[in-house]
T-cell receptor
Framework: DAGVTQSPTHLIKTRGQQVTLRCSPKSGHDTVSWYQQALGQGPQFIFQYYEEEERQRGNFPDRFSGHQFPNYSSELNVNALLLGDSALYLC????????????FGSGTRLTVV | GQQLNQSPQSMFIQEGEDVSMNCTSSSIFNTWLWYKQDPGEGPVLLIALYKAGELTSNGRLTAQFGITRKDSFLNISASIPSDVGIYFCAGQLYGGSARQLTFGSGTQLTVLP
């Protein structure tokens, strides 16, 4: 049973560009959350998608947007990249039953130069 | 917003020793989670706590959900080399349908042979 799959694993972009990161949730999971993890820090919540809608959003600017597809997979888009957007972007999925822990993917390492 | 204070920031211990780390919060949580993150990987769930005062074990790991719902600790007994990594606490507060996680800044554990 595949866990959470993220692509690509590494990415280098230039300041001002746009980027799309992809996530396939664990089988049986319907909710996808995205987190940004800067070097030496804990993950910070970006937003959560459920039933193809953004259900909750953390303290991130509108340059960060997302989408969830009918098969529960998700994309994270970041526009007008800044150097400070360099981080590990983690996708986490969770099942319909409340109270079960999230399963995280291995992340996409984004470097903005 | 909610913040988690995790301590210590780093630990160097001898193989076979016991380890203790803790998290405190400025506000309450419904759930406390402990994750371990290895280099290049996403966080992996170690223990989940759902009830104030709950004490839960997973092999050599023991964690407790503080009675005030504002703190939690993780103990690792008889440490081994594979315990090396970064340990994160995370709190979860259910509000409506929201289930975001708030993470601590991590404890870097090094086990010396």
């Amino acid at each position: 049973d595949a866990g959470v799959t993220q692509s690509p694993t590494h990415l280098i972009k230039t300041r001002g560009q746009q980027v799309t990161l992809r996530c396939s949730p664990k089988s049986g999971h319907d909710t996808v959350s995205w987190y940004q993890q800067a070097l030496g820090q804990g993950p910070q919540f970006i937003f959560q998608y459920y039933e193809e809608e953004e259900r909750q959003r953390g303290n991130f600017p509108d340059r960060f947007s997302g989408h969830q597809f009918p098969n529960y997979s998700s994309e994270l888009n970041v526009n007008a990249l800044l150097l400070g957007d360099s981080a590990l972007y983690l996708c986490a999925s969770s099942p319909p039953q409340r109270g079960n822990g999230y399963t995280f993917g291995s992340g996409t390492r984004l470097t903005v130069v | 917003g909610q913040q988690l204070n995790q301590s210590p920031q780093s630990m160097f211990i001898q193989e076979g020793e016991d380890v203790s780390m803790n998290c405190t919060s400025s506000s309450i949580f419904n759930t406390w989670l402990w994750y371990k993150q290895d280099p290049g990987e996403g966080p992996v769930l170690l223990i989940a706590l759902y009830k104030a005062g709950e004490l839960t074990s997973n092999g050599r790991l023991t964690a407790q959900f503080g009675i005030t719902r504002k703190d939690s600790f993780l103990n690792i007994s008889a440490s081994i080399p594979s315990d090396v990594g970064i340990y994160f606490c995370a709190g979860q507060l259910y509000g409506g349908s929201a289930r975001q996680l708030t993470f601590g800044s991590g404890t870097q554990l090094t086990v010396l042979p």
